[in-house]
């Protein structure tokens, strides 16, 4: 079994940035060719796509609110992705977390939590006004 953890978060003042780390463990190897996610969840709130990477790293998509000031890109180390936010707003409070989609048809579209597997720890995200 695959498991992905974030780590990472922490309290920063809008406008600010933070760097989220996902790192997988387990039986990666035979998880194939996959897309790792981003997603995060406020309170009271359903878990939403923030967005994903390929394997190879050749293709990003995010949500329209996050474009422009989160990037995803995959680390030296194959097993880490990392989520560079910038300018913060109090909107983007919640805990994040990471996932996993084995690559196939149509997976860009395939954004609702259910499609994802892999979950493991979140990490908190607070951002002040």
């Known amino acids: 079994q695959v498991q992905v953890d974030a780590s990472g978060g922490g309290l920063v003042q809008a406008g600010g940035s933070l760097r989220l780390s996902c790192a997988a463990s387990g039986r990666t190897a035979g998880y194939g060719n996959y897309v790792r996610g981003w997603f995060r969840q406020a309170p009271g709130k359903e878990r939403e796509f923030v967005g994903a990477i390929t394997r190879s790293g050749g293709r990003t998509v995010y949500r329209d609110s996050v474009k422009d000031r989160f990037t995803i890109s995959r680390d030296k180390d194959e097993n880490t992705v990392l989520l560079e936010m910038n300018n913060l707003k109090p909107e983007d409070t919640a805990v994040y977390y990471c996932?996993?989609?084995?690559?196939?048809?149509?997976?860009?579209?395939?954004?609702?939590?259910?499609?994802?597997?892999?979950w493991g720890q979140g990490t908190q995200v607070t951002v002040s006004s």
């Open positions: 996932a996993i989609q084995a690559l196939g048809t149509n997976w860009d579209q395939r954004r609702a939590w259910k499609y994802w597997s892999g």
